[in-house]
Structures are given as C-alpha cells and as structure tokens.
C-alpha cells in the first residue's frame, strides 16, 4: 500500500529523487497548442496562370489607342469599378446604381447606414 | 537528355558557340552641366538576338534597335538607356505599386450592431437589476455583438498614375531590362517546331534565363509559337498591348520582335513631345489616330 502510494507521487512528481533539485509536486497544464512536429511551410506556386498573367493589359490605353481605358478591365462589383470614395460615398453610389434590385432586409441596412454615415461626417467632430 | 542539335535556319543560323562578351565603355556627353552619361555596349552579344551576324562592330549601329537609339539621342531629357545613372527606380516602383493595387477590390466586411439580427431591445431595465445598464444585447462590448471598426463592404483601391508617369515606367523598365541584359530583339517568332522542349532548349542555349517574355505585335502569331508555349508555365507570348511594368519585372528575359520594339518606340516617345490634351484622347483629334 505504502509502496503503491510512493509509485503515485514519484510518477506524478517525474521521480525527482528530492526536494532540493527538482519541485516535488507537479503542475500538470498541458499545452494549448498540440504539435507533434514542426509544421511543413506552405508551398506557393508562383507561376500560376493568374499569376503568371497578372498585370497584363494594364497599359492598353497608353498602347493601345485609348479606345479603352484600363479601368473597365476591373472586375468587381458595378458600382466600384473604377471608383474610390469613403465609406458614405461607396454607400450612396450603391444605392444608386443597384438599390432597386436589392433584397429588402439589406436596402433597409443600407439606408439606415447611409443615415449613420450622414450625420455622423457633418454633425459630430472636427470635421463638419 | 543531352543538347539536340536543331535547324536554326530559321532564325538567321548561328552556328558557333556564343561568344564571350567584351564590354566597351563609351561616354557621351549630353548637357552643358557635364553630366556624363556612360552608355554600355557589349561587342558579339546578342543583343541582334536571332538575326544573322552573331558579331558587329562598336560603329555599326544599323542594327542597333531604335528605340534604344531614340532615346540615345534625345538631348536633354534624362531618360532611356543612356542614362544608367539617372534610371528612374522609383517611378518603376511607383508603376509597379499602381498595377498591384488600382485594380483591388477588397470583399471584408463585417457587421455593425445594426446589421446583427436581434438586439433591439433593452435586456434589463436600467436600474435596479444591479447589472451594468446596458442597451442592446448586440453592441459591440457584448459578446456575438457587432464590430464598431470594422472592415465595411467592398472596397476598392482605385487610382490613377499620370500617363506620362506610367508611359516613363515602361520606359525605365525596358531600360533596366536591357542594362541587366534581359533584353533580346528577334526577326520575327517562327519557328521550326511546335515542341514545347525546342524552346526550352533554344532558351537554354541562349542562356535566357528561368523565365522567358515573348512580345509580339498581333495577337495572331504563328501556330508552331503558341504550341509551344501553351502549356509552359515560366515562358508565355504575349502582344504588345499587354506589355506592363509587372510582367517585365516578373519574367527573367524580355523578347521582342523587332514590329514589336517600332511600335513601342512610337508609342513611348510620342508623349515626350505632345501637347496637353485638350479634351480625353479617346474622342477624335485631326492629327491624332
């Protein structure tokens, strides 16, 4: 009995042999983080076709007669390409040009920001 | 798989191994403020590309591509591949920069405490519960709460360089490419084969590099170069409309055809000498195509 009890402590306290060289009792925490091996870096392919291609046509108008101008090459949303404006002036050119076809829930979200936006921009702070 | 000796009839054949470089240093003066523009040269290099001769002479400059030569004999203005000294690399960067960014439109958008459902009403009364007095349960202190800061919508980083600002950046591009001997100028792309490995062994044996830029004039270039390149990833053709700064910058070895570098030259130097547009250039100008 007394034997196993010892056997209990001394593996709980890693077998330290005293009380001077090692703490006696153990904090037994284990980690957050689990890893049983370092982790394997992620490979990158540089040269995918999107990457390998990016930035082509990006001069077309200089080069090419500016019968297009490199912003209509954006892809994105209608009413940011070839836009740049704070987040009030993104709202309202949302509104404008696809304010008809959204759902209501999110025209409703919309307007209420716009509102937000507007008072906040000219009625509060430094610069009104 | 060992060197295969291939037909390069072709190309204007050269048949000897590549010569080594000899660099011949030639200053030339430009201004009254003695600036002294040292404009390098390298004797036998390819810089005639696939065209005949393998070897010309310092003097014999009818070959020499003008472009280059263009931009040898401007004055004043401190651009082009004279000018190692006066290379522009910040404007490249700046180039660089506009074509990574003005076309990004970023999708993050979290929502605000108006937008997460629930939360309109006020979870206890304001006094008396002993809690701190609160109004909604979707604030942002509150756990599953809005974000008040947070990334709203899509938002695009749209901007425009000056043209001149951009027309320099291909300018000093082309200038770095050659400077690094990156530039080649070629006849024209017909080749013999369309097999991908021809053109891996010709790059090898030119020693282009890892990546190869194919510029041509049109879009239809003949059928045995766009086989070969289909399915390669590091060597890609390309038409000059498509030239950029990025692309440059990101293939090892730039090729153009010799249509290819007349064009540029027209291009890039008109707008040294223009006018001011009076209105956008898209509309008609009598003078102006």
Same mark, same amino acid.
């Given at each position: 009995?007394?034997?196993?009890?010892?056997?209990?402590?001394?593996?709980?306290?890693?077998?330290?042999?005293?009380?001077?060289?090692?703490?006696?009792?153990?904090?037994?925490?284990?980690?957050?983080?689990?890893?049983?091996?370092?982790?394997?870096?992620?490979?990158?392919?540089?040269?995918?076709?999107?990457?390998?291609?990016?930035?082509?046509?990006?001069?077309?108008?200089?080069?090419?007669?500016?019968?297009?101008?490199?912003?209509?090459?954006?892809?994105?949303?209608?009413?940011?390409?070839?836009?740049?404006?704070?987040?009030?002036?993104?709202?309202?050119?949302?509104?404008?040009?696809?304010?008809?076809?959204?759902?209501?829930?999110?025209?409703?979200?919309?307007?209420?920001?716009?509102?937000?936006?507007?008072?906040?921009?000219?009625?509060?702070?430094?610069?009104? | 798989?060992?060197?295969?000796?291939?037909?390069?009839?072709?190309?204007?054949?050269?048949?000897?191994?590549?010569?080594?470089?000899?660099?011949?240093?030639?200053?030339?003066?430009?201004?009254?403020?003695?600036?002294? $523009?040292?404009?390098?040269?390298?004797?036998?290099? #390819?810089?005639?590309?696939?065209?005949?001769?393998?070897?010309?002479?310092?003097?014999?400059?009818?070959?020499?591509?003008?472009?280059?030569?263009?931009?040898?004999?401007? &004055?004043?203005?401190?651009?082009?591949? #004279?000018?190692?000294?006066?290379?522009?690399?910040?404007?490249?960067?700046?180039?660089?920069?506009?074509?990574?960014?003005?076309?990004?439109?970023?999708?993050?958008?979290?929502?605000?405490?108006?937008?997460?459902?629930?939360?309109?009403?006020?979870?206890?009364?304001?006094?008396?519960?002993?809690?701190?007095?609160?109004?909604?349960?979707?604030?942002?202190?509150?756990?599953?709460?809005?974000?008040?800061?947070?990334?709203?919508?899509?938002?695009?980083?749209?901007?425009?360089?000056?043209?001149?600002?951009?027309? $320099?950046?291909? =300018?000093?591009?082309?200038?770095?490419?050659?400077?690094?001997?990156?530039?080649?100028?070629?006849?024209?792309?017909?080749?013999?084969?369309?097999?991908?490995?021809?053109?891996?062994?010709?790059?090898?044996?030119?020693?282009?590099?890892?990546?190869?830029?194919?510029?041509?004039?049109? &879009?239809?270039?003949?059928?045995?170069?766009?086989?070969?390149?289909?399915?390669?990833?590091?060597? #890609?053709?390309?038409?000059?409309?498509?030239?950029?700064?990025?692309?440059?910058?990101?293939?090892?070895?730039?090729?153009? #055809?010799?249509?290819?570098?007349?064009?540029?030259?027209? =291009?890039?130097?008109?707008?040294?000498?223009?006018?001011?547009?009076?209105?956008?250039?898209?509309?008609?100008?009598?003078?102006?195509?």
């Amino acid at each position: 009995m007394a034997s196993i009890l010892r056997w209990g402590w001394r593996a709980l306290s890693g077998n330290c042999p005293s009380f001077t060289s090692q703490r006696p009792f153990t904090l037994g925490v284990p980690a957050l983080i689990r890893m049983h091996a370092i982790p394997k870096p992620k490979t990158v392919d540089r040269w995918t076709e999107k990457r390998a291609m990016f930035g082509m046509y990006d001069n077309v108008g200089i080069l090419g007669g500016f019968t297009v101008h490199p912003r209509s090459l954006i892809r994105g949303p209608v009413w940011l390409r070839g836009f740049r404006g704070n987040e009030l002036q993104r709202c309202l050119r949302k509104r404008r040009f696809v304010g008809e076809r959204m759902f209501e829930d999110d025209l409703h979200n919309l307007n209420k920001r716009i509102r937000f936006l507007y008072k906040r921009f000219n009625r509060y702070g430094k610069m009104r | 798989m060992g060197f295969r000796p291939f037909n390069l009839a072709k190309f204007g054949a050269f048949s000897f191994p590549h010569p080594t470089p000899k660099v011949c240093r030639r200053t030339v003066k430009t201004d009254r403020r003695k600036k002294w $523009m040292v404009c390098e040269q390298r004797n036998g290099r #390819t810089l005639r590309g696939w065209r005949g001769t393998g070897t010309w002479d310092d003097d014999d400059r009818t070959g020499y591509p003008r472009l280059l030569q263009g931009f040898c004999e401007k &004055e004043n203005k401190c651009h082009g591949l #004279t000018l190692l000294f006066l290379n522009r690399i910040d404007i490249l960067h700046e180039v660089a920069i506009w074509q990574k960014n003005f076309k990004r439109i970023s999708y993050a958008k979290v929502k605000s405490r108006a937008e997460v459902r629930g939360g309109g009403r006020k979870p206890w009364r304001q006094k008396g519960s002993g809690r701190a007095r609160h109004g909604s349960i979707r604030s942002p202190i509150w756990r599953g709460g809005g974000v008040a800061h947070g990334p709203r919508g899509p938002t695009s980083y749209y901007y425009m360089l000056p043209m001149k600002v951009r027309v $320099m950046g291909l =300018k000093v591009a082309l200038t770095v490419k050659f400077a690094q001997d990156y530039l080649h100028i070629v006849d024209s792309l017909e080749m013999p084969s369309p097999d991908p490995e021809y053109l891996l062994d010709l790059a090898r044996y030119r020693h282009w590099g890892n990546s190869v830029l194919i510029v041509d004039v049109n &879009e239809d270039m003949p059928e045995n170069i766009l086989a070969a390149t289909k399915h390669s990833k590091t060597m #890609t053709v390309m038409p000059v409309i498509g030239l950029n700064v990025h692309s440059m910058l990101k293939y090892e070895t730039l090729v153009l #055809t010799l249509d290819a570098v007349n064009f540029l030259e027209k =291009k890039l130097l008109w707008h040294d000498t223009r006018f001011s547009p009076l209105y956008p250039f898209k509309l008609p100008y009598k003078d102006f195509p």
